[in-house]
C-alpha cells in the first residue's frame, strides 16, 4: 500500500475531492474533441452534488477522472489530499480500490456470478479473508435491501435490484467517495425512488456522492448542483440555503 | 491478493467457456500424447532390434576381403590360413577367443535321391559354431578330426532339410549329393527363423573346410575369416587387434585404404542406433510441431477470451484489480489449460503405446513424460504471457467502453 494513502488524517484534508484546471481532449488534430476546458471543482466530506447538463456535455468524462478510470489530458485532481497523477498504476488501483466507489448507468455487474460474489469482488482485491468478505458482502447487500438474493446471478435480478447490487458493490470497502454516472438512467419510477432513496440514506450517515444525472427531480436531492456546459462547468444556484453561495474553486483552505 | 484467489478466478473463468477449453486443451492433449507415442515408438524400436542383433551373437566378428578404396584394377591381397594363424596367436590377440577360417559357396545345387535345391556351403572349422553363434538341432557337429582327415560330412540347415527329406524329418545317416560329389549328413542346424541376422541361416549346409577345399573351391584363399571375442567387453579390443595385425601382415599404412573389412554385431549395434537416433529425433521434432501448434491454439483462444471479456475486465480495474492479478488470472488460466491438457496427454500416449505394433511394443521414456508435464507447463507461461499483458496493461475506461 502506498504511503499515507487512506491513512491521512481526516481533519487536515477539509476536501475530498479538489480539482484545478482540469481538461481532457479526445484525439488530436482536426478531429480533436475538448471534452473539458479547465474544470475546477472542491467538494467536501460529506457532500451530495449533483452535475447535471446536456448530453455530450462533458459530465461522464468528468466523472471517470475522478473516479481514476481515465487521466486528464491537462490539469491537477487531488484525492484525499493526493495528486493522482503521481502514482503508478498499481496505486491508482489501490486508490479505486479503497477511496472510490463507483455506479454505472449500466450497473455493470460481472456476469454469471452470484450477486454475493459481485459485492464480495473489491474486497478479494483489498486482500480482505473470506470470512470477513461474506460478513461485509452481506452486511453491504441488507443495506441495500437486498437480503435473500445473494446467490441470484445478475441475469436474475430486475434492473432495480441490479443496480442496488452496484450500490452496495460500490459501498462495501466504505470509500471516502461514491460516484455514479447516471444510476438511475436505466431505471423505471419504482426503482429510481428505491436507488434515490439509498442516497439519501447513504447522504445522511455521512457519505461523500456526487452524482450525473439529467432529471431535475434526482438533482433536487442533492444539496448541491454543479452545470457542466460544453466542458465548462459553473455552479447553479443552491437548492437548499444550507450552504453559502460560492464560486468554484474559491472556498479552498490555504494548505 | 492471493494466489489461491487468482486461481479460483481462473477456474472459474474456464469452467464458463467449458466446451472452449475442453477443445484448446485437446491441442495441448495431441501434441504431448504424440510427443510420448512418437518417442516410445522409437524406443521400442530400437530396443527390439538390440535384441535382434544379439541373437547375431554378440561376441563374433568377421572378417571380409574387400578391393581397397585407392588402388583401382588392382586386388588387395586375399585373406589366408597364414592370417588365421597370425589371428590365433594369444600374443599377438589377446581378446581373441577363436578364429575360424571360412569357404563359402553360394548356390550350389545340393540333392537327395529326386529332391534337390540351392544351398550356400560353409566349409570351416568346429571353433565356426560357436563363434558364428549357430546352434546344432539334431545329430553331432563336426570334429577337428573330420576337418584333418577331410571327411565328407555335411549338417543340414532347418530349411534344407525340409527340402530335401521332408518337412521335420531327421536326415542324419543319410547321404546328399552336394555338386554331385557325395557327403555323410551327421546333423542339422536348430531352425533360426525369420530375421535372425542378414542371411538365413536355415538355408546353409555346414561341412569341414577341408571337405569343401577339396570337393569344390580347392585349396586356396578363404572367402571370410570369424572371429569370437573372449567376451562382449572385449569386442572392441579384440578388433584392434585384428585390425593391427592384418594391417602389418597385409603391409596397410592407411586405415582407409585396407583391402579387407571387419564386421561385428557391434559395429551393425552402432549403426542402427545412430539411425534409430536420427529416427527418433525426426519423430520427436514432428511431435514438436503439434506442440507448438497446441500453444499458438492456447494464444488464440485467451486472445479471444481477453477480447471477450475485456469489458469484465474494465469492471474489474475499476473495482481496483491491480494488474498483477489480471495478468495473473489469465497467465493461470493458459497454464491450467496446458497442465492439464499436458497430464491428459501423458495419459493418452501411454494408452496408445499399450497397442502392440507388429513384433514390437512402443516403450514410454520416463524423461519423455518429465520433459513434456515441463514444456506444456512452459507452454502455458510462454503463450499466455502476451494475452494476459495485452489484458493486464489495459486502461479501464478503454475496457468499459469496449462492448
Ligand atoms: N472516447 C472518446 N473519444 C472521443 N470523444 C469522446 C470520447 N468520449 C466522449 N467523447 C466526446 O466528449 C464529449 C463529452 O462526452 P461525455 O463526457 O460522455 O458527455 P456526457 O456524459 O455529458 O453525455 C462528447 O462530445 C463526446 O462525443
Ligand atoms: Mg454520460
Known amino acids: 500500500m502506498t504511503a499515507g494513502l487512506g491513512t491521512a488524517p481526516l481533519e487536515q484534508v477539509p476536501h475530498v475531492l479538489d480539482v484545478r484546471k482540469l481538461s481532457k481532449v479526445y484525439g488530436s488534430g482536426e478531429t480533436a474533441v475538448h471534452a473539458l476546458r479547465d474544470v475546477d471543482l472542491t467538494v467536501r466530506r460529506g457532500e451530495y452534488v449533483a452535475v447535471i447538463g446536456q448530453s455530450g456535455s462533458g459530465k461522464s468524462t468528468l466523472l471517470n477522472m475522478l473516479g481514476c478510470l481515465d487521466a486528464p489530458t491537462s490539469g491537477r485532481y487531488l484525492l484525499e489530499g493526493l495528486d493522482v497523477a503521481d502514482l503508478d498504476e498499481r496505486q491508482q488501483a489501490v486508490l479505486r480500490n479503497r477511496q472510490i466507489g463507483f455506479i454505472f448507468q449500466a450497473f455493470n455487474l460481472i456476469p454469471r456470478t452470484s450477486a454475493l460474489a459481485n459485492v464480495e469482488l473489491p474486497l478479494v482485491y483489498a486482500g480482505v479473508g473470506r470470512r470477513v468478505r461474506r460478513e461485509r458482502a452481506q452486511a453491504a447487500l441488507s443495506l441495500v435491501g437486498l437480503q435473500g438474493r445473494e446467490d441470484h446471478r445478475p441475469n436474475q435480478l430486475s434492473g432495480g435490484q441490479q443496480q442496488r447490487v452496484a450500490v452496495a458493490r460500490a459501498l462495501v470497502t466504505t470509500p471516502a467517495l461514491l460516484l455514479a454516472d447516471e444510476p438511475t438512467g436505466n431505471l423505471d419510477s419504482a426503482s429510481t425512488a428505491d436507488v434515490l432513496g439509498l442516497f439519501d440514506r447513504l447522504h445522511a450517515a455521512g457519505r461523500t456522492i456526487v452524482l450525473i444525472t439529467h432529471d431535475d427531480e434526482v438533482a433536487e436531492r442533492a444539496e448541491r448542483v454543479v452545470v457542466v456546459s460544453d466542458g465548462r462547468l459553473t455552479e447553479a444556484a443552491p437548492s437548499a440555503a444550507e450552504l453559502p453561495p460560492r464560486r468554484p474553486g474559491t472556498a479552498r483552505a490555504p494548505r | ?403
Not at chain 2, 34 to 42: D, K, Q, R
Not at chain 2, 167 to 194: K, N, Y
Open chain 2, 1 to 403: 491478493m492471493s494466489v489461491v484467489e487468482i486461481v479460483r478466478f481462473a477456474v472459474r473463468g474456464l469452467i464458463a467457456n467449458r466446451l472452449r477449453s475442453l477443445l484448446t486443451m485437446l491441442g495441448i492433449i495431441i501434441g504431448i500424447a504424440a510427443v510420448i507415442l512418437l518417442t516410445a515408438l522409437g524406443n521400442g524400436a530400437s530396443q527390439y532390434i538390440q535384441g535382434q542383433i544379439a541373437g547375431l551373437g554378440a561376441n563374433s566378428i568377421t572378417v571380409l576381403p574387400r578391393q581397397p578404396p585407392d588402388t583401382v584394377g588392382t586386388d588387395g591381397r586375399p585373406l589366408t590360413q597364414g592370417d588365421v594363424r597370425a589371428l590365433a596367436d594369444p600374443q599377438g590377440a589377446p581378446d581373441v577367443a577363436s578364429v575360424s577360417p571360412v569357404v563359402s559357396v553360394q548356390d550350389t545345387t545340393v540333392e537327395a535321391g529326386r529332391a534337390r535345391t540351392d544351398a550356400t556351403i560353409i566349409g570351416s572349422t568346429p571353433s565356426y559354431f560357436p563363434g558364428a553363434n549357430v546352434q546344432l538341432g539334431t545329430g553331432r557337429t563336426y570334429t577337428e578330426a573330420d576337418v584333418t582327415a577331410g571327411r565328407k560330412v555335411v549338417l543340414l540347415g532347418r530349411t534344407v532339410a525340409d527340402e530335401l527329406f521332408g518337412i521335420g524329418s531327421d536326415p542324419v545317416g543319410r547321404d546328399v549329393l552336394v555338386r554331385g560329389v557325395p557327403f555323410d549328413v551327421i546333423g542339422t542346424l536348430a531352425p533360426a527363423g525369420q530375421g535372425q541376422g542378414l542371411s538365413n541361416p536355415d538355408e546353409n549346409v555346414l561341412a569341414p573346410l577341408t571337405a569343401v577345399q577339396g570337393s569344390l573351391t580347392g585349396f586356396g584363399d578363404l572367402t571370410q575369416i570369424v572371429v569370437q571375442a573372449r567376451s562382449t567387453e572385449a569386442q572392441a579390443a579384440a578388433e584392434s587387434e585384428i585390425n593391427s595385425i592384418l594391417d602389418r601382415r597385409h603391409g596397410i599404412d592407411d586405415p582407409d585404404n585396407r583391402d579387407y573389412q571387419v564386421l561385428s554385431a557391434r559395429q551393425l549395434a552402432d549403426v542402427l542406433d545412430d539411425t534409430l537416433g536420427a529416427f527418433t529425433l525426426l519423430l520427436a521434432a514432428i511431435a514438436a510441431i503439434s506442440l507448438v501448434v497446441g500453444g499458438i491454439g492456447i494464444t488464440n483462444i485467451m486472445l479471444v477470451s481477453v477480447t471477450e471479456r475485456t469489458r469484465e475486465i474494465g469492471i474489474r480495474k475499476a473495482l481496483g484489480a491491480p494488474p498483477s492479478a489480471i495478468l495473473g488470472q489469465f497467465l493461470v488460466e493458459s497454464i491450467i489449460l496446458s497442465v492439464v491438457g499436458g497430464v491428459l496427454g501423458v495419459a493418452v500416449g501411454y494408452a496408445g503405446t499399450l497397442v502392440p505394433l507388429g513384433d514390437f511394443r512402443p516403450v514410454v521414456l520416463p524423461s519423455a513424460v518429465v520433459a513434456a508435464v515441463g514444456v506444456s507447463a512452459a507452454i502455458g507461461i510462454f503463450f499466455g504471457a502476451y494475452p494476459a499483458r495485452r489484458a493486464a496493461r489495459l486502461r479501464p475506461i478503454e475496457a468499459l467502453r469496449r462492448e
